[in-house]
Structures are given as C-alpha cells and as structure tokens.
C-alpha cells in the first residue's frame, strides 16, 4: 500500500515539476506575471499532498479547503501536461523532420500565447467535466443466471426474474452532497428495482462524521430508497477508511444492510452474498474466500441451489466467482479511470476493469460509479446508475 501511494506522489511531482520548468521557460519575459504563475502552480500543487499527509494535524477546515483547492487543480493539472508534452514532442520532431517552416526554437513572445491557450483548454476540459461528475445517467442491461442469453427459451414480454438496482461507488461524504445524493436515490426509485446493491466505496473520510446535522441529512435521505427486497451493501476500500465501525453504524441507520463475508437467501430463490473488501487483508483480520461464505448456502429442495449473486468491491481474481458457481458478481472500484487517458492504466490493471463481461456461466458487471473520487470531475464515462435486469434461464 505504502509503495502505491508512493508511485502516486511521485509521479504527482514529476508532472508538476515538469510543469513548473516549463512555465518557467515559457513566460521568461513576462515580468511579473511569470512569478505570480510559478507561485499559483507552487501552491496549488502543494494542496493536494498536504491535505493527506497533514489530515488530523491541522484544524478540520483548513484540511478541508486545502482538499477542495488541491481537488480543483488535480484535473486542469493532467490537461495541462498532455497539452505542454504533446507541443513539446511536437517541437522535437518538428526540428528533425521540418514539420513547418518556422523551425523550433520559436520566438520567445510565443510563449505567452502558447502558455494562454493551454490554460484556457485545461480548464475548459476541467469545467466540461465537473458538470458530467453531477450528470448521472441510468444503464439497464440485460443479463441471465446461465452463460448463454437464453433468449430461444424466453417468449416475449417475460418480466425479469430480478430486476437489480446498483450504486456503486457513492462516496458520501467526498464529493456527494445532499442535492446530488438525493438525485441519485430519487432516479434509482424511478426504475422500480426489486432490490437495491451498493457494492462499496459508499462512504469517503472520516470528517464527515464530525458533522452531525449532515450525517443525519444523509441517512433520511438513504432510508427513502424503495425496494421491496431492500438495500444492501458491502465496504469498500474507503469504506475502510474512513474506520470499519462507524460506517457500519452510518448505513444501518440508514436501513442498509451490509454483508461482511456472509451469505443470505433472498425471497426464497436467490442468494446474496458480500465478500469484504481486499483492504482487510491489511488490517491484520482477513476475509474469506468466496468458496468458504457459499459453504453455508443450503441447496433446494431439489437438490439444486438458487441462482448466486455476489458483491466484491475490486474485481480482483474473477476466476474465483466463476469456479464457485456464482450467476452475477457486481463490482465497483475502478471509476473507469474517472479522467481520461487513465482508463488505459486503469484497464491494464484488471482482467476486466468496466461493463459487462463474462467467464463461463458468470456474469460480471463492473461499474463505473455513481459518484466520483478526488477531483469532482469525470472526463471518461458517466456516474451511472446500473440496473440489472436477471432473467432465469
């Protein structure tokens, strides 16, 4: 963990250094308008660490604007530097190859044009972002408890066997306000679900605890999903996080029931089982493997067993779902990406890191989320509410 979180920061600091030299160099004869930039990207960059590494050692509202600011820039900031990399690869390959006439090096007036237009492009990406983060959009699809799609054997009209509402990746408490959480409950009972998943990441920091009236605004407005079967969940990373036992009280006020490496039977033909997230594999207690929480699941009276849905935050290891049996898994984690070109990372890192897919008679969905993490921008995909229409075949 310590390792990753490492990659990340410096990684973070490569790009801004990378950005610092180059605004530098681009606004040598600006006067003082180069030494109010080279302080702006100073202070902006230094937010987003700070805020993570400073958390409980400065007062809680200043942690809280050093987040917002550093949030803000996080996403202009990667622009940015594509923008800055890619007129600069530009420039080399123009002195070999004289792409144009006018030969680099360029004049140094250009440079306050260039560094203009890639701010306002940044930005504008950055804008154009931050109102899709608030723009959820509802996904149905159609799946069947059996690898093939049934649909010979399906007449016409036949209404699902379950009809499956999923949240993934909320984080309450992040960048999901009051409004938008309301949006959300309110367009998830506007599909009719039989039942309602939360497959993780539901809540975002341990300050959200601190305000009492907000937490309490939040739980009425998770007690008015309606679902016949009920809400149910499973933590996440974050979940994890913002500390085990005061998310689990949270939710169940709320009427959210979460599943900690369990397994339940549901309306007397499916079973619902929730796997605790990978992050408890460092807290010294473990999980379970998918086979041990099905062990206790009895079989019909027919000697066969209810068609398996399981929730599992990170879609680690999709074979495991496959060899146990399991008709659905539903995962969350990987935001797609959330800021494009990090998808493509994103992709690398999973067998299958969003959407639908399939190995043998499993199917899986892996969300990109309803809410976002970090910046309050989403450049890639939509938040989404995913609704799971199940067919028995």
């Known amino acids: 963990m310590r390792g990753f979180f490492g990659t990340v920061f410096g990684v973070y600091f490569f790009v801004n250094f990378y950005l610092f030299v180059r605004l530098f160099q681009s606004l040598a004869r600006t006067g003082a308008l180069r030494a109010v930039a080279c302080a702006a990207i100073l ?31 996080v996403a202009p900031m990667l622009y940015a530097f594509l923008l800055t990399l ?69 007449a016409p009209h036949t209404p699902a066997f379950l009809r499956i509402a999923v949240l993934s990746d909320i984080h309450i408490g992040g960048n999901t306000g009051t409004g938008y959480l309301g949006k959300l409950v309110e367009m998830t009972n506007a599909g009719s679900p039989d039942i309602v998943l939360l497959p993780g990441d539901i809540i975002d920091g341990t300050r959200f605890f601190s305000d009492e009236r907000t937490v309490r605004e939040k739980v009425e407005i998770l007690k008015s999903f309606q679902a ?20 689990e009280a949270f939710l169940a006020a709320a009427g959210i029931r979460i599943l900690r490496d369990e397994a339940v039977t549901i309306d007397g033909k499916f079973i619902l089982a929730g796997r605790d997230d990978r992050t408890a594999l460092f807290s010294g207690n473990g999980r379970m493997s998918i086979e041990d929480i099905l062990s206790s699941v009895p079989q019909t009276d027919d000697g066969t067993q209810h068609p398996i849905i399981l929730m599992d935050h990170q879609p680690f290891d999709l074979h495991e779902a496959e060899q146990c049996g ?7 984690h990987t935001h797609r990406g959330q800021l494009w070109p990090l998808n493509f990372v994103v992709s690398r890192m999973y067998e299958r890191s969003y959407g639908e897919y399939k190995r ?9 989320g309803a809410g976002v993490w970090g910046p309050p921008i989403r450049t890639i995909g939509r938040p ?5 229409n199940l067919f028995d075949n």
Not at 53 to 62: E, H, K, M
Not at 228 to 247: A, K, T
Not at 326 to 332: E, M, R
Not at 384 to 388: D, G, L, R, S, T
Request: hydrophobic share 45%; proline share 5%.
């Open 86 to 154: 890619a007129a600069d690869i530009y420039r080399v390959l123009n002195r070999v190859f004289t792409i144009t006439n006018n030969a680099p090096p360029y004049p140094a007036e250009a440079g306050l044009p260039a560094v203009g237009a890639i701010f306002a492009i940044s930005v504008l990406i950055a804008a154009l972002g931050g109102i899709n983060a608030i723009t959820p959009a509802v996904k149905e699809v159609d799946m069947w408890t059996r690898g093939d799609d049934g649909s010979a054997a399906r």
């Open 43 to 73: 202070i902006f960059s230094m937010c987003f660490p700070a805020a993570r590494l400073l958390s409980g050692r400065l007062p809680d509202t200043t942690i809280r604007a050093l987040s917002a600011m550093g949030n803000l820039y």
């Open 228 to 247: 016949r079967l009920g809400v149910w969940g499973v933590l996440g990373n974050h979940d994890y996080y913002s500390g085990v036992s005061d998310s």
């Open 384 to 388: 989404e509410i995913v609704v799971i």
């Open 326 to 332: 399991v008709a659905l898994q539903i995962s969350g």
């Open 360 to 368: 043998g008679d499993t199917n899986y969905f892996i969300s990109s």
